[in-house]
């Protein structure tokens, strides 16, 4: 107990305790001297209350825990009970029925009882009850507010009446009758699209469902279904991105997952089967699968378009066929079962009443008339004819391919012949490559190496405001080694050229891009692009952009009869033909590509040898080609010597010093 006083009348509670001052401290709660003895009674006697509480509570849990197994097992009861009343007020509020749940089949059916016991699925006029808790809570508010008239909501019998009261009989989902036979083990469902034929086989999985857990069913009388251990469905579209399945995958990705675990008591629903691709194929798809199902699951429900799939009730009493009921009067479904019949999809009809163009609905018309039995007989003459003018055109084709094989075979052989030893020099060259790539990383892994004991030098002895410029300089001699090892085109092809010009059947030309090659033309140009021309016996289409003219006085028209492989002083004329590129014009010296034949090896000579060996090379060399010239590193004398006779040569038009990518050689560019 406390008193709030005044600051500065604390002193009228001589020798009180303070407990606490307020925030401002103008105020004292203080404790007055008489009470002391009082408040320290109670707290004693406040903890001696709390250690009899905690001591009656222990009591009671070690009575409790004694009774644990009774305790666990009146709540299992309990839950019991409450599962049973929620199950039986829920059957109440849907005017549910019990069904009858068949474990031995047909075999424990008294026929003599009743006809309709020769069905092992006997449902009659139930409703889908999702759909059907939907419709009973919107009307629950015309319940309560109709209260005082009389809502009596069935008879026993599973009837609804007094629905007067409520929305209208169109709130409620159309109730259906599901009569299966027994024997039966396949139900192929057609109809039209937006029909029922889906929701009439989901009602069929729901209602396998509550009666496994002893639910009753919105229907009528006594409805009897079979015991199944599982109800495997495939229904919907199971397309996935992330997945990377389409409509067709994911749809046959379910169905084999339903068949590795369907057992000889499941239901299994599929909705749509073989649908999403070929017709032809989905038929022979389905068909397999459904010859499947037959012999290996209790039932099975399967919705369709495909009319080829009722036709299996004809092969076997195993099968079934069922049909949506579509009114023709109003071009409407009214989601009936006819069960025994086959239906039509009806899509131009239900394409027609939701608004659809009807210019595109009469051309479906009139392709279907085509395609009816009555008009077979024309369309296979139609398709004979079409398959006999397609076989000529595929003989003559056969004709053409014939000699265009000879032809290329001709040429295979002249190919072969030049390109006899293409094999040893490309294993050459790929073993210089390889030594190359290698000599190039090792180069680049020791220089990086240089760089990083230099920055790890540095850092010892530099200072802090260094360490930025250190940085920048580390990181700049690491670009300089990347750039330098970086393989980078030496020359760049350039399109350009004059489009004035057209070659002639006949005439003589020069090809850039074969090494300025002599060629002829053997085919006008049919468009603005390209131009067939011939090297040799070789025929080849290049771009009209790489053709140049040259003078009718400089055609050597020997050239082009001349045999390529067995032709004599051949380099000789093509240099005198070749004439000057003229000026801004790009010069193609064919690919960089080092050979034996363009490679001069100047290693291990002294400087007159040396000199004499570079200038027969390029006197051998042919115009606008290629010369490697390895002098190696050395002391350094024929580098000298080397660099000296190509900045003097007639011949050189310009060279490149050795690379990164290339130590040791120097590259010549023949004129």
Not at 305 to 310: E, G, K, Q, V
Request: glycine share 6%.
């Amino acid at each position: 107990m406390c008193v709030g006083i005044r600051a500065s009348h604390r002193h009228l509670l001589p020798d009180g305790v303070i407990l606490n001052v307020s925030g401002s401290g103008a105020t004292y709660f203080m404790e007055p001297k008489e009470a002391i003895e009082l408040n320290n009674m109670e707290v004693k006697l406040s903890n001696s209350e709390k250690a009899e509480e905690i001591a009656i509570l222990s009591l009671l849990t070690s009575e409790i825990v004694e009774s644990e197994i009774e305790i666990r097992y009146l709540l299992d009861r309990i839950l019991e009970v409450d599962l049973a009343f929620a199950r039986a007020a829920y059957a109440q509020w849907m005017n549910g029925v019990c069904p009858i749940i068949t474990s031995q089949g047909c075999d424990a059916i008294n026929f003599s009882e009743e006809e309709d016991y020769a069905l092992s699925v006997d449902i009659a006029g139930i409703q889908h009850p999702l759909l059907l808790e939907s419709s009973l809570r919107s009307s629950s508010d015309v319940i309560t507010s109709n209260s005082g008239n009389s809502v009596h909501l069935g008879d026993g019998n599973g009837t609804m009446t007094s629905l007067s009261m409520l929305r209208g009989a169109s709130d409620y989902p159309v109730p259906i009758d599901i009569k299966i036979k027994c024997g039966t083990k396949v139900v192929v469902i057609s109809g039209p699209n937006t029909g029922g034929k889906t929701a009439s086989m989901k009602t069929l999985g729901v209602a396998s469902l509550m009666s496994k857990a002893g639910m009753f069913l919105p229907a009528k009388n006594r409805p009897r279904i079979p015991w199944f251990d599982l109800v495997l469905a495939d229904i919907g579209d199971h397309q996935s991105l992330e997945q990377s399945l389409s409509t067709f995958s994911g749809h046959i990705t379910r169905i084999c997952n339903i068949l590795e675990v369907a057992s000889r008591e499941s239901l299994i629903l599929i909705d749509e089967i073989g649908s999403g691709t070929d017709p032809s194929e989905g038929v022979a798809l389905s068909t397999s699968i459904l010859q499947y199902l037959k012999d290996h699951v209790n039932l099975a429900v399967v919705t369709t378009h495909y009319a080829d799939l009722s036709l299996l009730k004809e092969k076997g009493s195993q099968f079934e066929n069922a049909a949506m009921e579509f009114s023709l009067e109003t071009l409407q479904p009214t989601y009936q079962v006819l069960w025994g019949s086959t239906g039509n999809s009806n899509a131009l009809s239900i394409a027609k009443s939701i608004g659809f163009d009807l210019n595109i609905i009469e051309r479906a018309q009139q392709w279907v008339e085509q395609l009816k039995p009555e008009n077979q007989q024309e369309r296979k003459g139609l398709l004979y004819q079409s398959l006999v003018e397609e076989r000529n055109r595929l003989e003559a084709q056969a004709r053409r391919a014939g000699s265009l094989h000879a032809e290329i075979l001709d040429l295979y052989h002249e190919i072969q012949n030049e390109a006899e030893d293409l094999g040893g020099r490309e294993t050459a060259l790929r073993a210089k490559e390889t030594q190359q790539v290698q000599q190039e990383l090792k180069t680049a892994k020791s220089q990086l190496d240089v760089v990083i004991q230099e920055f790890e030098n540095g850092l010892r002895i530099a200072s802090a405001d260094q360490f930025n410029s250190l940085i920048r300089k580390s990181e700049s001699e690491i670009a300089s080694v990347v750039e330098a090892h970086c393989p980078r085109d030496a020359y760049s092809v350039n399109d350009t050229d004059s489009k004035s010009y057209t070659p002639q059947i006949g005439e003589q030309v020069q090809v850039t891009g074969l090494g300025r090659k002599l060629a002829t033309v053997v085919e006008a140009p049919e468009d603005e692009e390209t131009v067939l021309v011939q090297h040799g016996q070789i025929k080849v289409r290049v771009k009209k952009s790489n053709i140049r003219s040259i003078a009718s006085s400089e055609r050597n028209t020997e050239t082009r009869h001349a045999p390529r492989l067995k032709r004599q002083g051949q380099h000789s004329k093509e240099l005198q033909a070749l004439p000057e590129p003229k000026n801004g014009e790009e010069v193609s010296y064919g690919p960089l590509v080092q050979t034996s034949k363009n490679t001069v090896d100047l290693r291990g000579k002294r400087v007159e040898e040396a000199s004499y060996h570079l200038e027969m090379a390029i006197s051998a060399s042919g115009p606008y080609s290629v010369l490697f010239v390895i002098h190696g590193m050395g002391t350094g004398a024929v580098k000298e010597r080397a660099l000296e006779i190509l900045n003097n040569h007639p011949r050189i038009v310009k060279y490149e010093q050795e690379s990164p990518m290339n130590y040791g050689c120097t590259v010549a560019y023949i004129k």
